[in-house]
């Protein structure tokens, strides 16, 4: 089998923030949760090479210390190269796929996705 990994979790890899945020403390981030749950998903792909500490993590709703600390909380990128090794899965697709899950829902279902 062939395995895709896409999460609405925020995850990206470092120098390619889909909001261009890198450099604003998450408390600036969640006062933004209203103009972000406006806008376009964006969905951000990371190689599944990207080692941890260059994952990052941005979100609005969620508290994201688990997911900073561990991206496999809610990214499993290790544990599916981990099971792809093991012979339990046939192949892990690169790259991963993480968008910001609090996004204009209505356009993501009507327009995004089914494109």
Known sequence: SRVALLTTTGHFAEGDDPFGMENL???QVVKMSVEMGKADPTLSEVPVSTTRDR???RHTCYDIRAAKADRNTSFPIDRML??????VIGKF??????FVGLTSQLRLRKQIAPA
Not at 82 to 87: A, I, P, R, T, Y
Not at 93 to 98: E, G, I, L, Q, R
């Open 55 to 57: 994952t990052r993590v």
């Open 25 to 27: 403390t998450q408390g």
């Open 93 to 98: 697709v690169d790259p991963a796929f993480s």
């Open 82 to 87: 981990e099971l792809e090794k093991d012979g």
